[in-house]
Each structure stands twice: as structure tokens, then as C-alpha cells.
């Protein structure tokens, strides 16, 4: 599958935005001692989440992506999309296990689907 077929969903880049504002003013606080170097690890980890977290989803399968690490998971091994209470997607698989899709919302449910080739019916459009 070539890039142009891949549905990316990320989280906001405003949280982006903030890591880099919260770097820059931990700098002082960082540099005061070398102690506290470690303080900077904390803006610098978010940042680098929220550049790489979220879900790609091409016609084969789908893509977890956290801070650290991803997981594949064929659409072969999906059962079911749903949305949790709080709105967010998830994904059965047919083990049962439920998997919360990162930054994908429910709104974002029909956009996913149309990733794997397929068509929503019209009652659930």
C-alpha cells in the first residue's frame, strides 16, 4: 500500500505546541543544577507523544502507535467497531480482547471504515 492509501489519525499538535513551551520554561529550573537535568525529559516525552501517538489504518490493517512501540493488527483479527462512554473508538478483535484506537472519536468512525475498501450502508451514514 503506498502512503496516499493510509488514513492517519493524531492527536491535537497544540499538545505539541505546549511541550515545546513547557521545555523552554524548564530550561532555567534544568540548568540551575545538574541535578535536575532530568526535568527536561518530561516536556520532551510528550512532545515526541504527541508527534508519534495515534492509529494509521490502510486496507490490510491497522496501526497502534504510542510513545514507545506500535502494534499491527490485520482487519482479519477486527470483529467489531465500536465507541467506548467516553467517545473514543475501539476495536474488538475476535479473541475478545478490546482495544482503545488512539486518537480516533467516534466521529471518526465512518473515515476508518473507508480505509479498509469498504462502504457503510446508508442507514448508518
Known amino acids: 500500500m503506498s502512503r496516499a492509501d493510509t488514513v492517519r489519525f493524531r492527536y491535537n499538535?497544540?499538545?505539541l505546541v505546549a511541550a515545546l513551551v513547557a521545555f523552554i520554561g524548564a530550561l532555567?529550573?534544568?540548568?540551575?543544577?545538574?541535578w535536575l537535568l532530568?526535568?527536561?525529559l518530561i516536556p520532551l516525552a510528550v512532545g515526541v507523544w504527541a508527534w508519534r501517538a495515534g492509529t494509521d489504518a490502510d486496507a490490510r490493517e491497522l496501526r497502534l502507535r504510542a510513545?514507545?512501540?506500535?502494534?499491527r493488527v490485520p482487519w482479519t483479527r477486527v470483529a467489531e467497531l465500536a465507541t467506548d462512554p467516553r467517545g473514543r473508538a475501539v476495536a474488538r478483535l475476535d479473541d475478545g480482547e478490546t482495544?482503545?484506537?488512539?486518537?480516533?472519536r467516534a466521529a471518526d468512525l465512518p473515515r476508518l471504515i473507508s480505509a479498509t475498501g469498504q462502504e457503510l450502508p446508508e442507514s448508518a451514514a
Open 67 to 71: 510513545l514507545v512501540g506500535q502494534r
Open 28 to 34: 532555567p529550573l534544568a540548568t540551575a543544577r545538574w
Open 99 to 104: 482495544l482503545v484506537l488512539p486518537a480516533v
Open 13 to 15: 499538535q497544540a499538545i
Open 38 to 40: 532530568w526535568v527536561l
